[in-house]
């Protein structure tokens, strides 16, 4: 029975990897914000079986939190198997361009905060020898665009973390997985024009899980993204920096 | 605003989308445009649409909240789909006490049309098995509703066209059932009188009854068809009988030509001979049963880009094959013919609902390529001696009928309007009140 922390539980990728891990019986802790609405994914997820599901409520942006809450999944899990991250914001990035305090707010979220919480887990989970780490990452931070590069820039750096970790950890027992959705259809994507690239949450959180179980390093999701950022990656700067994207 | 159809694909409307995603803080005050909750957009005409206006689309709205395993109750959001809980609740040993024939609809969408099923004449309505549900409403209510509270509201909402308040969570009641696999019997009948005789004999011992009719079959075989009448199994089918899962799809519209009047008549002479006996003995998954039409995704592809119109009528039983035969003869003489056209007896359980289309008597279903205008034309002759026949048409799949009609079949609308929320409307209620 495996034990696993979500953090970011109420975000719709989360909760789609939630409802797969319940019907494989694991034992589950959620962790985000939002109290009331941890209840309702919790409730979900008891009603469709789950054995044993715990709610935590922290500000997740305040590293000072992730201590206590790592402490009271272990304690609950009796172990931990597994982590997925999920929480993070699409920032406006119009304001972020205009307020820098806007944009460190962005960055602390996406990134920063992060970071912190993985020092703390990957410590842990190096002492135990064993655990798995999937971050939700973007294909955002492959290439910066104007549209949309303090998002770009955060998940960049995290990805880039997330490389360094995995190095770091190969031989500890540790696995680190980075997740690279592109398009996915969710709350946080409710004001765009989907289109022909646009996957379900359900999508992608079968990826994930697929992912974790084979210990793969960095999946695209769907696949077809590696190969759109390949080329994307590809175009010469001099070029790109003139291109609208 | 995007471009919106319904399921039948006529007509085509502009509305905005709001997709409220958590039960406890959603809030649909102040919109400046008026609303409709939306499910799945299942209904075949405009009554899940709202032009000009504001659908809220009910997707996110997808968590269960509680599930008795032992007493077979179940609460969920009004976005969860049909589909979902029988995945949940099948492998327990429970069943839906009444579902339509397709599972691709939510909760909400099932309780706004209060859908009727195969054993209509046993278990009444969708709604009669729901036992209590919370109303929110654009003059910021929350209302909790069942039959002893709120219980006006509670009627109004069951087959309200989703026009009373947006229904976040609900309550249902489930059937307890053996097996996930079906017994069932088809019989081939000669006309009109051996259907009712069929009817009459198979409604007392079989749970579920229905017949498909070939509705272009003239004279002495007017109303010639296949009976179809099924129970739960206490049978558990051996290993080898795997489900089969959507598998087949309508990648893009068929070609208009391909369904006419000559494609429909040869389809349905084939499928009226396709048991030779007259008679057949069957074994399987309740999908095939219940769902036939759910293994091809977006069958409604089928009938090309001008989309389709259903029919669906009731009338009394007490002058029923008389009228029955009468709608048959005009179908046939106009020579439209329907693919699918289905027709059931109504029990006499009342449903709760205020607007409900079921009511005791024979309900007829047809569904035509759309003809255009001799085709509206058709609709109206039919619409007249319905009326006559005090009987009525099903919103749910209406995209046609005029106000005078609806107005004719449901003269308890303006009681309903009451009850309706100011900030609420549809495509629909527009054109059959004028409000």
């Known amino acids: 029975m495996k034990k696993i ?24 802790c959620l962790a985000g914000r939002d109290e009331k609405k941890l209840h309702i994914v919790a409730d979900d997820l008891t009603a469709r079986g789950a054995q044993a599901v715990q709610v935590l409520t922290v500000e997740l942006t305040d590293p000072a939190t992730h201590g206590d809450m790592i402490k009271q999944a272990e304690d609950f899990l009796q172990g931990l198997d597994c982590v997925l991250i999920a929480y993070g914001s699409l ?73 360094g970790l995995r190095n770091r950890l190969a031989s500890k ?28 949450a359900e999508t992608v959180a079968q990826g994930i899980v697929k992912a974790m179980d084979k210990k793969r390093d960095v999946v695209y999701l769907p696949w077809f993204w590696r190969g759109i950022m390949l080329i994307i990656k590809s175009i010469p700067e001099r070029m790109f920096k003139k291109m609208k994207l | 605003m995007n471009v919106f159809q319904s399921w039948g694909r006529i007509p085509a409307v502009r509305q905005n989308k709001l997709f409220p995603e958590w039960r406890n803080t959603l809030s649909i005050e102040d919109r400046g ?57 099948v492998p327990h040993g429970w069943f839906l006490a009444v579902t339509p024939g397709t599972q691709y609809v939510t909760v909400g969408g099932a309780i706004a049309n209060d859908v009727h099923g195969k054993n209509h004449h046993l278990a009444g309505t969708f709604g009669c098995h729901l036992t209590a549900f919370e109303l929110v409403r654009t003059t910021g209510e929350r209302l909790y509703c069942s039959a002893t509270e709120n219980a006006a509201m509670f009627k109004a909402t069951i087959g309200g066209l989703g026009l009373t308040g947006l229904i976040t969570w609900a309550e249902i009641r489930l059937k307890k059932m053996a097996t996930p696999f079906m017994d069932s019997e088809t019989i081939r009948f000669e ?41 739960h199994s206490e049978q558990l089918m051996s290993a080898s009988g795997k489900i089969a899962k959507r598998r087949l799809s309508m990648p893009v519209n068929a070609p208009g ?3 006419n009047q000559y494609t429909i008549r040869l389809f349905n002479k084939i499928y009226y001979r396709k048991n030779r006996k007259g008679e057949s003995v069957a074994h399987g998954h309740y999908e095939s ?51 699918l056209s289905v027709l059931k007896k109504f029990g006499d359980i009342e449903s709760p609902g205020m607007l409900s289309f079921p009511r005791p008597g024979i309900t007829l279903a047809l569904d035509f390529p759309n003809y255009g205008t001799k085709l509206l034309t058709l609709f109206e002759k039919l619409d007249e001696q319905v009326m006559q026949a005090k009987g009525a048409v099903y919103p749910a799949k209406d995209a046609r009928m005029s106000a005078k009609a609806f107005q004719h079949y449901f003269p308890q609308w303006r009681d309903f309007s009451r009850y309706r929320d100011p900030g609420m409307s549809s495509s629909f209620w527009r054109r059959v009140t004028g409000e």
């Open chain 1, 173 to 200: 027992g540790v696995h680190v997985l980075t997740v690279k959705p592109g398009f996915v259809d969710t709350p946080m994507t409710v004001d765009f024009n989907k289109g022909l690239l646009w996957v379900s």
């Open chain 1, 91 to 163: 920032p406006d990035q119009h304001a972020c361009e205009a307020d820098a305090g806007q944009t460190l707010k962005e960055l602390n979220t996406n990134f920063i905060s992060v970071v912190a919480l993985l020092t703390r887990l990957a410590n842990d989970m190096e002492q135990r020898g064993h655990g798995v780490l999937a971050v939700i990452s973007s294909v955002a931070g492959d290439r910066g665009r104007q549209s949309n590069y303090i998002y770009g820039a955060a998940k960049g750096g995290l990805s880039i973390f997330l490389q």
């Open chain 2, 33 to 89: 445009s008026l609303l409709l909750p939306y499910g799945r957009g299942r209904s075949y005409g405009d009554s899940c649409l709202n032009d000009r206006q504001t659908i809220c689309v009910t997707s996110r709205l997808n968590h269960f909240i509680h599930f008795d395993r032992e007493q077979g109750i179940l609460r969920c959001e009004s976005g969860v789909g049909l589909d979902e809980i029988l995945q949940l609740v």
């Open chain 2, 289 to 339: 049963f219940f769902y036939p039409l759910d293994s091809i995704g977006n069958w409604n592809r089928m009938y090309g880009r001008r989309g389709f119109y259903q029919y669906q009528c009731l009338v009394p039983l007490s002058d029923g094959q008389a009228i029955i035969t009468r709608l048959l003869e005009m179908i046939a003489a106009s020579g439209m013919g329907s693919f």
């Open chain 2, 257 to 259: 030509f391909l369904l």
């Open chain 2, 191 to 231: 006309n009109l009188a051996e259907f009712f005789v069929l009817s009459e004999e198979s409604d007392r011992d079989w749970e579920y009854t229905v017949a498909w009719i070939d509705c272009l079959a003239q004279g002495e075989s007017l109303g010639r068809g296949l009976f179809i009448r099924g129970r």
């Open chain 1, 5 to 28: 922390l979500i953090i970011g539980a109420t975000s719709a990728i989360a909760r789609e990897v939630a409802k797969i891990y319940v019907l494989q019986g694991a034992r589950l």
